[in-house]
């Protein structure tokens, strides 16, 4: 399966039946990072995260007693 990264436009082949493949066709709104753009994305929010000042909102989710 041939994908193209949102960023940089790079056209890559991925296995078509791999998790990842399979994610890209059921879910629309995922996009697919190629290893340096989904590298250096990581390496700048880390650093952005050791200045204090970036917050990283993650999702909470509720327990429920009664489950």
Known sequence: MQVKCSICDKVEEIEHYSLQAKR???R???MHLCKPCYDR???NT???LSTGKFKL???TKKVDDFL
Do not use: T
Request: aromatic share 6%; no cysteine.
């Open 57 to 59: 909102y993650k999702e």
């Open 24 to 26: 890209l066709r059921n």
């Open 28 to 30: 629309r709104k995922n």
């Open 41 to 43: 994305i990581e390496k």
């Open 46 to 48: 880390k650093k952005r």
